[in-house]
């Protein structure tokens, strides 16, 4: 009874990691997308490094994410606070969903257009990942044409996903935490 009572209250040590894992490789792959992109350029060979980190960190968040939300579906998660308006729920719920949401079609947008170049895609330099065989066996001129499309899908939806990421922290730090002084932020903080 107690372990389902404490569910009810707080994430479980899984769900944090996850959360806290995920959380800090989007915002470091956002920061590195941002980097390569509008600091160097095509030929400079640190490129090459940075894109393939990159890349790895993109298919780590992949991972994880589908499989955070696995967990997610298969255990409970603690209630919103009582006093909540139906407005209020849905804000929550909407964010979180579409967090989980952008949390794979990032990634998934990043895999498809890292999918196109004729060089092998590697995780963290050691592991050949499998390219998306559709879009990898596309002619030069589709995959210029699929490129431009795959490019600005993934470069918005990381900027939608750092947006609400940036909300979401704003309601925990901001709203639970110094307005309503509730215990919300508390559930998601390892060892609270």
Do not use: C
């Amino acid at each position: 009874m107690k372990e389902g009572s404490e569910r009810k209250i707080r994430y479980g040590t899984v769900a944090i990691a996850f959360h806290w894992s995920i959380a800090l490789l989007v915002f470091l792959n956002i920061a590195l997308g941002i980097y390569f992109v509008q600091f160097l350029e095509r030929q400079n060979p640190a490129r090459v490094a940075v894109v393939g980190l990159h890349e790895s960190i993109g298919i780590s968040i992949l991972l994880l994410s589908v499989m955070r939300l696995l967990w997610r579906l298969t255990h409970p998660v603690p209630s919103l606070p009582s006093d909540f308006s139906f407005g209020q729920r849905l804000l929550a719920r909407g964010t979180h969903y579409g967090l989980y949401f952008l949390l794979i079609f990032v990634p998934l947008a990043g895999w498809a257009l890292a999918s196109l170049p004729p060089r092998p895609l590697l995780v963290f330099g050691a592991m050949v990942w499998p390219k998306i065989g559709v879009l990898a066996a596309l002619s030069a001129d589709s995959k210029k044409a699929a490129g431009g499309y795959l490019a600005i899908s993934h470069i918005a939806s990381a900027f939608l996903l750092a947006f609400l990421a940036v909300g979401h922290i704003a309601a925990a730090l901001f709203y639970h935490a110094v307005v309503r002084r509730d215990r919300v932020l508390q559930r998601m903080l390892p060892g609270t």
